[in-house]
């Protein structure tokens, strides 16, 4: 258990190590650019030259068990959208996983803020929300271990989280390990919900809410995978989408510039905003459409656009980690 003389000075290195030189400059650009809506203003005035993408080819790869080379062409060569597992998980332990998210769950606010349609359960503070108040950063840091026990717990010594960070540890070339950040371990899971309730005051475009949460040109062996284990499948809506589109293999002035704006419009606050939805939406190509069965595993570079469907009826319940690669360093597990 971390001491609250420890966790506080956590804080402060945090805030130091958030204010550094760089990294101001960087935010206050990005919130300039929003705040001056020039990711809008460039996207309208370009709208007639915008070139729609086209897909690179790659396809979702169903397999029963994850493999050396299945992950070199995920990871490395950036061959395939996603690998789809199965079964990953026994469906006794999905479902006593899923019951215990439903004791507890919070709605999720990106930055504390925006909010989305998504809730996290069981005091699993997603990171990016801890990283901006003191309140969740000491939560994140103090509930982390009571969270994993009680998910191991729950699932009889064979929580699904543990089995993927040992099959990543075993098939990739430089294994993996938990993330750390400022010399602390991170949190290898968070555990998702999304419901018919939400607190957006507006309709969610069919397809859900076309996002990356990495940068969209993606690159060799670098960048940050998502995984997520579904626990509970929803009556009706909770489909995977995910676009086969790499920013980085196009060519051409025109291709450029719309990855350039594409990738703006992408990663500054119109992700909730059905409008802008639509605009993102006539600009990719036919989406794969994954239906997960309870049990599944999938994984998908996160800088790749990708969305769920709203949950019209039922809940959906998922373990979620992100699967950080840098080059010839183990891959490094975080939520
Ligand atoms: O819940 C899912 O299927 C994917 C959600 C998502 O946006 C992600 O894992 O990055
Ligand atoms: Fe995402």
Redesign the pocket.
């Known amino acids: 258990m971390i001491s609250d003389e420890a966790l506080e000075q956590l804080w402060k290195e945090h805030l130091h190590n958030s204010n550094k030189e760089e990294r101001k400059i960087h935010n206050f650009m990005r919130s300039t650019f929003h705040k001056l809506r020039i990711g809008e203003i460039l996207f309208k005035f370009f709208k007639t030259y915008l070139k729609a993408f086209e897909s690179d080819g790659s396809q979702v790869v169903v397999t029963q068990q994850l493999t050396s080379d299945l992950l070199g062409q995920l990871i490395e060569k950036n061959q395939i959208s996603a690998i789809h597992v199965p079964g990953f998980c026994p469906p006794e332990v999905a479902e006593s996983l899923s019951q215990s998210a439903l004791e507890e769950y919070t709605h999720w606010k990106l930055g504390g803020v925006v909010s989305t349609d998504?809730f996290y359960a069981g005091g699993s503070v997603p990171k990016e929300v801890a990283d901006h108040s003191w309140p969740d950063f000491r939560r994140y840091f103090g509930e982390r271990k009571d969270f994993v026990g009680k998910q191991r717990m729950m699932s009889k010594g064979t929580w699904p989280v543990d089995r993927l960070r040992l099959d990543l540890d075993d098939t990739w070339p430089f294994g993996a390990c938990l993330g750390q950040y400022l010399g602390e371990k991170l949190r290898p899971a968070i555990m998702?919900i999304?419901c018919e309730k939400n607190d957006l005051n507006f309709p969610i475009p069919k397809h859900g809410f076309i996002?990356t949460?990495d940068f969209p040109k993606l690159k060799s062996a670098q960048g940050t995978f998502?995984?997520?284990i579904?626990l509970k499948i929803p009556e009706e809506g909770?489909e995977?989408y995910i676009w086969g589109i790499n920013l980085n293999r196009l060519k051409g002035m025109r291709n450029y510039l719309s990855a350039q704006i594409l990738t703006m419009i992408m990663t500054q606050g119109y992700v909730f905003d059905s409008e802008w939805q639509q605009e993102i939406f006539k600009l990719l190509p036919a989406p794969h459409i994954?239906k997960?069965k309870r049990g599944d595993l999938?994984i998908?570079h996160?800088g790749r656009p990708?969305?769920?469907a709203p949950v019209t009826k039922g809940v959906?319940v998922?373990n979620?980690l992100?699967i950080r690669a840098n080059g010839c360093a183990p891959l490094a597990v975080f939520s």
């Open positions: 998504m998702r999304m996002h949460d998502s995984a997520n579904y909770g995977l994954i997960p999938v998908f996160s990708h969305s769920v959906r998922t979620q992100f």
